[in-house]
């Protein structure tokens, strides 16, 4: 049973930065992923990180998004910069052992997810 805790949300203006962290325990997914939620909408898929180090990005995360897993602490990142106010939501790390990361990210495709933490981005 893989088991995610996120941390680094925060109140930051435009242009800003953050950098979340997603600790795991009970071992780590074969695809490791970041999703995020805005209130009333949809959770979407942000960027995903496979076994091998290789990174998937969906476009609003693309040239100003980092995804990064450090095996020695078992940790997730997600270093954001140039933040803007759309990307005000929940973020959530999600874990998945099936083989590899999807092309395009869906919440289906991953069976372990943290409780979320929240990013406010003010213009």
């Known amino acids: 049973q893989v088991q995610l805790v996120e941390s680094g949300g925060g109140s930051v203006q435009a242009g800003g930065s953050l950098r979340l962290s997603c600790a795991a325990s009970?071992?780590?997914?074969?695809?490791m992923g970041w999703f995020r939620q805005a209130p009333g909408k949809e959770r979407g898929g942000v960027a995903s990180i496979d076994s091998g180090g290789g990174p998937t990005y969906a476009d609003p995360a693309k040239g100003r998004f980092t995804i990064s897993y450090d095996n020695a602490k078992n940790t997730l990142y997600l270093q954001m910069n140039s933040l803007k106010p759309e990307d005000t939501a929940m973020y959530y790390c999600?874990?998945?052992?099936?083989?590899?990361?999807?092309?395009?990210?869906?919440?289906?495709?991953?069976?372990?997810w943290g409780q979320g933490t929240k990013v406010s981005v003010s213009s």
């Open positions: 009970g071992g780590r997914g074969t695809c």
């Open positions: 999600a874990a998945s052992r099936s083989f590899g990361c999807p092309s395009v990210l869906y919440v289906g495709y991953f069976a372990y």
